[in-house]
């Protein structure tokens, strides 16, 4: 099983910014966010080149035969390490938990 703390250091940074990208993605499409346990390889390298700096997916998860999904889902990878990172990062206000009045009421009262 793949652990967020087995990572290397850029793993890691590669994992927390993928992260953010998911986060930036669902507020832009005012959607829930979610994090899923796999992505397909597009959509590793539409995140890789956006958030990550990178022109493609990694090797370390792309070119890793233990990563892909073994439910018949061709083109997917496992990502657990992210929701992991995930379950361990600040929680993130949706667009639909975002109260402005109990916000001005917080800002009037400090």
């Known amino acids: 099983m793949h652990k967020y703390d087995d990572l290397k250091p850029k793993q890691q940074g590669y994992i927390q910014k993928f992260h953010d990208g998911l986060v930036n993605e669902a507020q832009e499409l005012e959607e829930e966010f979610e994090v899923r346990d796999a992505y397909t390889r597009s959509y590793i390298r539409y995140m890789s080149s956006k958030y990550c700096d990178m022109e ?10 233990s990563r892909v999904a073994t439910d018949g889902r061709i083109g997917v990878y ?22 402005e009045d109990r916000l001005l009421d917080q800002v009037a009262m400090s």
């Not at 379950?87 to 938990?97: E, F, G, L, T």
Request: charged share 30%; hydrophobic share 45%; net charge negative.
């Open 78 to 99: 496992l990502i657990p390490e992210l929701q992991e990172y995930a379950s361990k990062a600040p929680r993130v206000i949706s667009v639909q938990d975002f109260d």
């Open 56 to 65: 493609w997916g990694p090797a370390w998860i792309v070119k890793d035969k």
